[in-house]
């Protein structure tokens, strides 16, 4: 699978679990509450129709309570919501109708072929959400010619049971009708019929209220989700498309967005992610340059071996057979130096990033090397005249680090400079603290090093070596090694010009 075709296929694996669906379903939330409360506003609908069939339940038993004395006075009862009201007689016809009277006030069942668009989608929407809610069936409300009381289910029930019954009915134009019945001994049946078409009403209008409500919120959510999704998810899906395309190894121009506006955590991660992809391409190039350095090295002591050993086979003088024996012992013990300077070189970082740091007496770490360079002094003494003593602070002058690789800076330092001493010439490792820092001075009689070259002594393999020094003696990675070290501690070296002549190294590290 190509790298783009992988990348597409881990862009698809993210789907639904992923942070900007998390983001919509948690904001679509509230809208969902939102909405199963709008729905179940019905739910106060059949409340108020109880309270409403209750109402008129009532009144019909104060009217029944009336008609016995004034049965004719029935045809001049007057409602505001144009309640009408009937007496049934026994045989089932109507006594009195308070809407024979032409001024009495009647509820009107309108024609829903002259609904507008608007009427006829509130009715709709009535009626769709009363199906959705709801699984009873309202009967018909129809009229007969003649007016009997035999059409009403509720007269039939008051009359054969003695009490007061109720019921709802569905009009032509989607309102309701409200009846009911109560037994007038003597006479027959009192009918009150109303229209619910106020109730409908008061929740159309609640319910309109919610939808602008719901619809707001919707937008507001909406609107709150692709705020989240561009500010949070988009800049994290870019980090995570860039460092799978660093992954997969892809070419050198993929660049890792730093998003240098954000002043956010997420800023500070792509910050991170940038800084942490460029320095392991860097660290990826280090290693090129380092692999090739070391195929560099080694090819010159194996090409001077290969060459002494092709010509040791035709050579019969034993003089300069033991001068070609020379030449593979010192060849052999430049590439031994080497391996063993590579092979530290290339875990000195692993080793550093695993270390546990420990306080550490730079003084007597100082002093341990000095005794450790005075007993192998004669050896130095013999040949050159070298010494190397100790100066600047008592013990104790504390740091935190690592002992054993802090005494191979120093170790380190300390060669560089005896190589460079003249005959009868003197080291001097000092150590000194400064504020903060506490200094680790090692001082020299040699020549110095010329400031054009200061910034090169510290790469890997360079080599400036004395004219007396037997080639290839030094691997050319001793002071790259020991910068390498003081840098895991937090420090630095700086190279300076001694006072007198003369190089000085100074190694700066944190104070504990």
Known sequence: MRAEEAVQEWRRG??????????????????????IMLLYLDTVRARLLDERTNAISNEALAIAGLAGDLPAGLERLNFARGTRVRLYANDGGVLTDNWRFEPTRRFAIEDPDGYSWQRASAKFIDRLLEQLLSAR???????AVPDRAGQWREVQMARQSGQPATELRRAIDGSIIVGAAVPVPGLGVVHLMDNAEDVSRILRAERLTSFWLLLSVSGLTLGLS????????????LLAIAAHRVRLGRRREVVVPRLPDRRDEIGALA????????????????????????????????ASLRSAVDVLGQVEQPALRDQLLDVIRDDVGRIDRLITDIADASRLDAELSRTGFQ???AGALADGLVSAYGIAGQAHGQTRGLAVQRAGLPAPVMIEGDASRLAQVLRNLIDNA????????????AVDRVGEQVELIVTDQGPGV???????????????RPPTEDFGRHSGLGLSIAAAIVSAHGGQIVVEEAQGGGGRFRVLLPAA
């Open 271 to 302: 910050r991170a992610v940038s800084d942490m992809s460029i320095a392991l391409r860097r660290q990826i190039d280090a290693t090129e340059a380092f692999a090739a350095d070391v195929a560099h090295e080694l090819k010159n002591p194996l």
């Open 14 to 35: 993210l789907g639904f679990g992923s942070l900007r669906a998390r983001i919509f379903a948690v904001n679509l939330l509230a809208v969902i509450v939102l909405a």
């Open 137 to 143: 069936t309202l009967p018909h409300y129809a009229e």
């Open 226 to 237: 692709f705020y989240l999704t561009r500010t949070i998810v988009r800049p994290l899906r």
């Open 450 to 464: 010329p400031s054009a070259n200061r910034g090169d002594i510290f790469r890997r393999f360079y080599s400036e």
């Open 418 to 429: 005896l190589s460079f001493s003249p005959d009868g010439g003197t080291v001097t490792l």
């Open 359 to 361: 306080p550490v007496d």
